[in-house]
T-cell receptor
Framework: KQEVTQIPAALSVPEGENLVLNCSFTDSAIYNLQWFRQDPGKGLTSLLLIQSSQREQTSGRLNASLDKSSGRSTLYIAASQPGDSATYLCAVNSFGNEKLTFGTGTRLTIIP | GAGVSQSPSNKVTEKGKDVELRCDPISGHTALYWYRQSLGQGLEFLIYFQGNSAPDKSGLPSDRFSAERTGGSVSTLTIQRTQQEDSAVYLC?????????????FGPGTRLTVT
């Protein structure tokens, strides 16, 4: 059974700093991995999707990497802004399952 | 274009009542998913529809939960005899096909509170 873990559970950093969020998964047989952000009381906004054949994806100040063999992904946020404050979730789509298995999320607070 | 929409956005109901939650997927998307997000449980899968295939109901927590998808588009999640532990945010997602590599797009969710 696939299990997804995100560390840390919460993170506070001053505005302008670069930061890294971590995601690990137990079964490397995956189709892809997605990073989402969730604002309080809102749904999920997809940030980046990395297919299993890819090593990284970039969108603006965000860069996500995938090391499938070690079961790890990182989300790098450059030059953080207060608007980046949200909960960040990673989710994997595993072989034999069409559904996403989610991590518990990292609650990020950017301090102005 | 329009994204995934869900209604209602909030629902408060008394314990024991039935509720229906609606999801309108992105037009043309053949795959539709329901997930639940509750405190202490994180985000968990409930049910998956793909085209005309039999749905994957493996995530439904009890037989009080059921879902249907009419005409391959709109889906309704029904919870009968609601319990307080059913309080959660119910999220719907759709994707463009049966290929699991397709990205899933999420709706804003329905916040259900059972009093």
């Amino acid at each position: 059974k696939q299990e997804v873990t995100q560390i840390p559970a919460a993170l506070s950093v001053p505005e302008g700093e670069n930061l890294v969020l971590n995601c690990s998964f137990t079964d490397s047989a995956i189709y892809n991995l997605q990073w989402f952000r969730q604002d309080p009381g809102k749904g999920l906004t997809s940030l980046l999707l990395i297919q299993s054949s890819q090593r990284e994806q970039t969108s603006g100040r965000l860069n996500a990497s995938l090391d499938k063999s070690s079961g790890r992904s990182t989300l790098y946020i450059a030059a953080s802004q207060p608007g980046d404050s949200a909960t960040y979730l990673c989710a994997v789509n595993s072989f034999g399952n069409e559904k996403l298995t989610f991590g518990t999320g990292t609650r990020l607070t950017i301090i102005p | 274009g329009a994204g995934v929409s869900q209604s209602p956005s909030n629902k408060v109901t008394e314990k024991g009542k039935d509720v229906e939650l609606r999801c309108d997927p992105i037009s043309g998307h053949t795959a539709l998913y329901w997930y639940r997000q509750s405190l202490g449980q994180g985000l968990e899968f409930l049910i998956y529809f793909q085209g005309n295939s039999a749905p994957d109901k493996s995530g439904l927590p009890s037989d009080r939960f059921s879902a249907e998808r009419t005409g391959g588009s709109v889906s309704t999640l029904t919870i009968q005899r609601t319990q307080q532990e059913d309080s959660a945010v119910y999220l719907c997602a759709s994707s463009g096909g049966a290929d699991p590599s397709y990205e899933q797009y999420f709706g804003p969710g329905t916040r259900l509170t059972v009093t």
